[in-house]
């Protein structure tokens, strides 16, 4: 069943628009979690920073290792 779910992305190799469409889910993510933890606890521009930015740091290192 989940190779029919990314068969598309496995035939068609990687676009730019795909890759675009990965690092604002990410960034979204990622604001989520920055979110979270200010609302739970003492934080820190710098680290509110961190948090929205190292989901997309991580996805494109993985994309920049896979390749297309």
């Known amino acids: 069943m989940l190779d029919k779910l990314f068969q598309p992305i496995f035939e068609n ?6 890759y675009l469409i990965c690092t ?3 960034l979204l993510l990622g604001a989520a979690v920055a979110w979270a ?3 739970k606890s003492a934080y820190t521009k710098g680290f509110v920073l961190t948090l ?3 989901p997309a740091v991580v996805q ?3 994309t920049l290792v896979n390749g297309p």
């Not at 190799?13 to 795909?18: I, N, R, S, V």
Request: glycine share 16%; aromatic share 6%.
């Open 13 to 18: 190799g990687f676009t730019a628009g795909g």
């Open 24 to 26: 604002l889910a990410s």
């Open 37 to 39: 933890a200010v609302r």
């Open 52 to 54: 929205v930015l190292i």
């Open 60 to 62: 494109t290192v993985i």
